[in-house]
């Protein structure tokens, strides 16, 4: 919930400074927001956010 309401925040900030965002960008924010944590099926280590980028960056190179 944490990563989200960072998100939200960010993605207004730029709203407000005039900064386009799109679909797509809201679109992969949250599927970002979604692997977030997934690393830690894997490991519970802090290294657990490289394995959940390298997830998402694979679930993302399918679309």
Same mark, same amino acid.
């Given at each position: 919930?944490?990563?989200? !309401?960072? =998100? *939200? @925040?960010? /993605?207004? @900030? !730029? @709203?407000?400074?005039?900064? $386009?965002?799109? *679909?797509?960008?809201?679109e992969k924010?949250?599927? =970002?927001?979604? /692997?977030?944590?997934?690393g830690m099926?894997?490991?519970?280590? $802090?290294?657990?956010?490289?394995?959940?980028? @390298?997830?998402?960056?694979? /679930?993302?190179?399918? /679309?």
């Amino acid at each position: 919930m944490r990563a989200w !309401l960072i =998100a *939200k @925040e960010l /993605f207004q @900030e !730029l @709203e407000k400074n005039s900064v $386009k965002i799109t *679909k797509n960008d809201l679109e992969k924010t949250i599927i =970002a927001i979604f /692997f977030h944590d997934v690393g830690m099926i894997k490991t519970i280590k $802090k290294t657990h956010g490289i394995i959940s980028r @390298e997830m998402c960056e694979s /679930f993302l190179m399918k /679309f």
